[in-house]
């Protein structure tokens, strides 16, 4: 049996990038108004804190679990059984979803100030922090259904290969925070609300926008929602089950992330905050160059994995590899050697200080050194999944998690802060290459030669994009003194694109085809 050839990766993942470019644009958009309007405050530790289990369930449902586990069988229902009965499918998830994230959310609200005492008890040191944020918490608990359903809706359109529309959806959600940052923000003093409350109201619009977005499109197709919850349907079963191992087997990055802030929240005001922002500047690239890669690959994996072609996923898995290493490499390199000059202009203004720019600096640079694993990460493990082998990613998780908690509490012993982005940093390392020896094992190789050269080359070419950039900045600032934005924005300005001439050269001289392919691929989505 064949299957229809699928839209080119390059395609697909540009398509992806260029929507997702615009959301994480949008989104450090947010960051700055937040970083203005809050600085690294007891108001924002508070906000971060309270985001961060609704914030977890929905990086796990919307580029985790809910992908690994929906896209391949709503994939499989759609190319064997016919849009009728991959509708039935679809309608039983999203009535599954709306009870289970509603039983949550009000377990949430019950028992958050037991939640919130043991996740964040050394907030009780600061007066009224941790009563703020168990508010928060309260507030924002609600966000987990909108988001689930959003989740849901982007598997369809993914498998009915739509990639632009799902990717921007999320552009919403920061829109939504920046607007309500604006415009309530000045208003909740009057109604006797900390100012930090638009931003939970912001958060729960965002969630809601992500739906609406995505609903047009699904009708276009024929999609109607009728409320289902059979246990009996059959695929429904197979995704609650590929979802349990799978949330396990996708959770490293935010079981890590959760576990840096809670040791975080011992390590005085502002932690938690350099953390959290360091940590959206890292995922920039890999929301741009990780996820969107391995959400314009599962389908075409999934759909190999249907009818048993394995020299048809491990092409699919090597090339969305080499692409991500093209990308993620430079990315890697370009943080950890511009991070100074970047969070300065990114955030240093308002209530944001030089120290918290210093720091949030330093925080960036170990994140940054486990981007690659991170990025693997996120690309192979639906690939298990599609292949009905999610014990294996499952086993990894768990591990990786073990390494990071234990590399965490010693590294932060030893450096603070910083220890907690190194500690996670080393650790999604280790389960990016344990994931990629055990993908070769399965599929009796992944093309090892063709990813070990490409690697080889785009190292050497990132070395010297990150060579030129910074002797560029630091001539630029003797060239180019002064501490406005717009002369810090013209000398990072000047060595980012010193920089990334420099990698292009390079790429072409040293014939790294995947480069002008994933270049390509996203300008044809912007011009």
Known sequence: MTVSRP??????????????????ILGLLRDQVLAAIFGASNDMDAFVVAFRIPNLVRDLFAE??????????????????????????????????????????????VFARPLVTLYAGD????????????????????FLPMVAGAAALMGMLNSLHYFFVPALAPALFNIATIVCAFLLVPLMPALGLPPITAIAIGALLGGVLQVLVQWPPLRQEGFRYRFMFDVREPGL????????????????????LFVNTLLATTQGTGAVSWLSFAFRLMYLPIGLFGVSIATAALP???????????????????????MMMVLNVPAT??????????????????????????????????????????????????????????????????????????ANITLVRLMGFRGLALGTSLAMLVNGVALLVLLR?????????????????VTVAAGLMAAVAVAVEGLAGRLIPGGASVL????????????????????????????????????ARLM
């Open 441 to 457: 094992r399965r599929l009796h190789g992944v093309e090892e030669a063709y990813l070990s050269m490409t690697f080889v080359k």
């Open 64 to 109: 985790g679990a809910m992908s690994a586990a929906f896209v391949p069988t709503f994939t499989e229902r759609l190319a064997l059984d016919g849009k009728n009965n991959a509708w039935r499918l679809a309608n039983n998830l999203l009535g599954a979803l709306l009870v289970t994230t509603s039983a949550l959310v009000v377990l949430g609200i």
């Open 123 to 142: 907030f009780a040191r600061v007066p009224g922090k941790v009563d703020l944020t168990i508010r928060l918490t309260r507030l924002l608990l609600p």
């Open 488 to 523: 810090q924005a013209a000398r990072l300005g000047l060595a980012i694109a010193a920089g990334l001439a420099t990698l292009a050269s390079a790429a072409k001289l040293l014939r790294i085809r995947e480069f002008d392919a994933a270049i390509a691929g996203v300008r």
């Open 333 to 406: 390199l370009g943080l950890v050697t511009l991070a100074d000059p970047i969070v300065r202009l990114l955030f240093e203004r308002g209530h944001f200080t030089a120290s918290d720019t210093a720091s949030t600096a330093a925080a960036l640079r170990f994140y940054a050194i486990g981007l690659v694993g991170y990025a693997t990460a996120r690309i192979i493990s639906p690939v298990f999944y599609a292949m009905k082998r999610s014990r294996v990613p499952v086993v990894v998780s768990i591990c990786t998690v073990a390494i990071n908690l234990a």
């Open 237 to 256: 079963r197979r995704v609650l089950m590929l979802m349990g191992p799978g949330t396990i087997g996708l959770a490293a990055t935010q079981v890590n």
């Open 300 to 322: 075409a994996v999934s759909r190999f994995a249907a009818v048993g072609d394995e020299d048809g996923i491990r092409r699919t898995a090597a090339q969305a590899m080499a």
């Open 7 to 24: 839209p080119l990766l390059a395609h697909s993942a540009g398509l992806t990038g260029a929507a997702t470019l615009v959301s994480r």
